[in-house]
């Protein structure tokens, strides 16, 4: 049971991926087929969700076929680095925490859109704590998902550690 439930835990970048090539897939079909109402609601639907894809547009030579194509093999390597844990670790921690600072990262730019400054957030040396987190229930389930994959594997990392640590004191066997 322990092994299904790491292996789930460990999909959580490969879906915040899939999400995003969903969204990127969205953005293409609306830019298709404006006038229909599916094109607009998964738009619409995967918007306050996940907003990566309109940070990384803004790349040099960064079109949404690329974006859906880069996106699509991250989601693929996740699956492979999800069935291969012990293999692949540290392409696993990479992986892992670029999903999670993006998604973050992409949330936090999405809640702080202002229309002015005003109030406290224009006093200098003002500092926004809070959260950033989606508005959609799924955008958090994502954060939580992936949050909970980083945490793997810095539990993986710091066991191999104290594995290697152990052995090391370990005395020498003599036959």
Request: charged share 10%.
């Amino acid at each position: 049971m322990r092994i299904l439930v790491l292996t789930f835990v460990r999909f959580g970048p490969a879906l915040v991926y899939a999400i995003g090539a969903v969204f990127a897939a969205s953005m293409l079909l609306l830019a298709m087929y404006p006038s229909r109402p599916f094109a607009w609601e998964l738009y619409l639907t995967m918007l306050p969700v996940l907003r990566l894809p309109l940070m990384l547009l803004s790349v040099a030579g960064m079109g949404a076929w690329e974006l859906l194509a880069t996106l699509a093999s991250m989601t693929i390597f996740g699956v492979y680095l999800s069935f291969h844990p012990k293999r692949f670790l540290r392409a696993r921690f990479i992986h892992a925490h670029v999903a999670m600072l993006g998604l973050v990262l992409s949330n936090a730019a999405a809640s702080t859109s202002e229309a002015g400054r005003i109030g406290a957030s224009s006093l200098p040396g003002y500092v926004d704590w809070s959260l950033p987190l989606p508005t959609a229930l799924l955008g958090t389930a994502l954060i939580i998902w992936a949050a909970l994959a980083c945490v793997s594997t810095h539990a993986e990392i710091i066991r191999r550690i104290r594995i290697r640590a152990s052995i090391g004191r370990m005395p020498a066997y003599r036959a």
